[in-house]
Nanobody
Framework: QVQLVESGGGLVQPGGSLRLSCAAS????????MDWYRQAPGKQRELVAH???????NYADSVKGRFTISRDNAKNTVYLQMNSLKPEDTAVYYC???????????????WGQGTQVTVSS
């Protein structure tokens, strides 16, 4: 089984910064894409940032220029550096990874448990 564990959430003032981490562990052959999603109260979960195994990235328009996704393949970890945070960034942030558990099998999506980010003065 594969586990994703997020950390780094918390309360921050507008304009502040936070760095989220998500570490994958368990039976892992390889990790393809790694993503960060978020879900605010009463809203649908949305894709925030995406990174491929080769390091190519994509971002939601709302976070471009403020958030940076990166990964450490040796540690099976993905990061989200969030700068210039706004109250509308308040949400539960979830890590998602596409993982191949056994060579030659189809990859599967795995989700972390989520970490709360609150931007408020």
């Amino acid at each position: 089984q594969v586990q994703l564990v997020e950390s780094g959430g918390g309360l921050v003032q507008p304009g502040g910064s936070l760095r989220l981490s998500c570490a994958a562990s368990g039976s892992i052959f390889s990790i393809n894409a790694m993503d960060w999603y978020r879900q605010a109260p009463g809203k649908q979960r949305e894709l925030v940032a995406h990174i491929t195994s080769g390091g190519s990235t994509n971002y939601a328009d709302s976070v471009k220029g403020r958030f940076t996704i990166s990964r450490d393949n040796a540690k099976n970890t993905v990061y989200l550096q969030m700068n210039s945070l706004k109250p509308e960034d308040t949400a539960v942030y979830y890590c998602n990874s596409v993982v191949t558990v056994v060579a030659g099998t189809f990859p599967r999506n795995y989700w972390g448990q989520g970490t709360q980010v609150t931007v408020s003065s």
